[in-house]
């Protein structure tokens, strides 16, 4: 419950943020699946949703990651930006899989 009303603030503060509210959620359904079988799958899973919200990641950002989480081959991968989105996912995801109520700075 706390988590909801983390990202419900963050969400309404936002509205980049707030407009990609759905994208967020299927991030982490997509993670859940991707770390299925982790004892803290779910806690991982809200800590990087919880911090890309806090990066204010657009909604085509938060679609990217969720196609890769899924598995789903992009040719446009081989770009400054996207290669810049894939480091930052990692570094999120190696915060959180150590710390599960880690957050990032704005």
Known sequence: MKQLLILFTVFSLSPV????APS???FEKACREQLE???KAKEVCACMSRNFAIKK??????????EL???VEHGAVDNGENNALFEFEED???????NQRAVIKP
Not at 17 to 20: G, I, Y
Not at 92 to 98: I, Y
């Open 92 to 98: 999120v995801a190696m915060l959180c899989l150590k």
């Open 24 to 26: 967020y959620a299927a």
């Open 37 to 39: 079988g982790h004892k």
């Open 57 to 66: 990641l657009d909604d085509r950002q938060v679609r990217l990651l969720t």
């Open 17 to 20: 943020v707030a407009s990609a």
């Open 69 to 71: 989480y899924r598995g």
